[in-house]
């Protein structure tokens, strides 16, 4: 596609993301950005990093974007969350569920704290601004896309909550696009290697080398991977719903 084709694909539509201020999201942001889009760059404490990322799109094209500091575990905060979006922009035409919690919990170790967390940022959130955003989204014909992981389908030894809470996304995914249709499409991005997680100290360069060795493309991913995958399903996929994409460099018919 064009750049000028590219810029036009997304014109006057409004995306919601979040999680949006670095990593992966920011990426997403960037991407649809780039496609025409206004959006809206949903943080929880990444404050300093969403106003620079605000500041570089909006230097880019003037009022294209605005952030919005919310903590998912709220249930309270997710339709006001919405809400402001809609205010802001006057319309809401996606979402995109990135927001991630991501940690080690071995059985013997867990406890409410951890499921509260894991659980709540991966799916419940997720599944109540889904809610809240329905009636814009069914007025808009809309889109959903959710950031799954790989391990949905595999789970990652000790990482027993995380990837229940990501099994469940998936299944929500799938739900979701029963219960939204015809007028909103709900799909789903599951990422292999893109970004090594934060904090992981148990990981160390070997472990890591061995997780790239499976991948058939024997490389990592990067993070606009994911979002090229994501801008195909809101602006290139008018058919599709229901479906989970790995992008994980065929890991995951390798584990």
């Known amino acids: 596609m064009s750049s000028s084709l590219m810029e036009q ?11 949006g201020a670095k990593r992966v999201g920011a990426a997403i942001c960037r991407r649809l950005h780039a496609a025409g889009a206004q959006l809206a760059v949903h943080y929880r404490s990444s404050e300093q990093e969403a106003l620079a990322l605000q500041k570089e799109l909006n230097k880019l094209r003037p009022k294209s974007a605005a952030v919005f500091q919310a903590d998912l575990l709220d249930l309270h905060a997710l339709p006001q969350l919405v809400h402001k979006v809609i205010r802001k ?45 329905g009636s814009e989204l ?40 029963q219960e939204m249709a015809p007028q909103v499409r709900v799909n789903a991005v599951a990422p292999g290697v893109i970004i090594w997680p934060e904090g992981e100290a148990w990981m160390d360069e070997e472990q890591r080398r ?46």
């Open 89 to 133: 922009f006057g319309q809401l035409d996606a979402l995109i569920n990135n927001a991630s919690s991501f940690y080690a919990t071995p059985l013997a170790d867990i406890d409410e704290q951890q499921w509260h967390d894991l659980l709540g940022t991966n799916l419940r959130a997720p599944l109540f601004l889904a809610q809240a955003a």
């Open 210 to 255: 061995k997780i790239v060795a499976h991948t058939l493309l024997k490389r990592e991913g990067a993070p606009d991977d994911i979002a090229r995958t994501v801008a195909f399903l809101i602006q290139d996929a008018p058919y599709i719903t229901g479906q989970i994409i790995a992008v994980d460099g065929g890991r995951s018919v390798n584990i």
């Open 138 to 177: 069914r007025r808009r014909h809309g889109a959903i896309v959710n950031i799954v992981d790989i391990h949905a389908e595999r789970p990652m030894h000790g990482h027993l909550l995380y990837s229940v809470a990501k099994a469940g996304l998936a299944a929500l995914t799938r739900g979701l696009a």
């Open 9 to 19: 694909a997304m014109q006057g539509k409004v995306v919601l993301v979040t999680g």
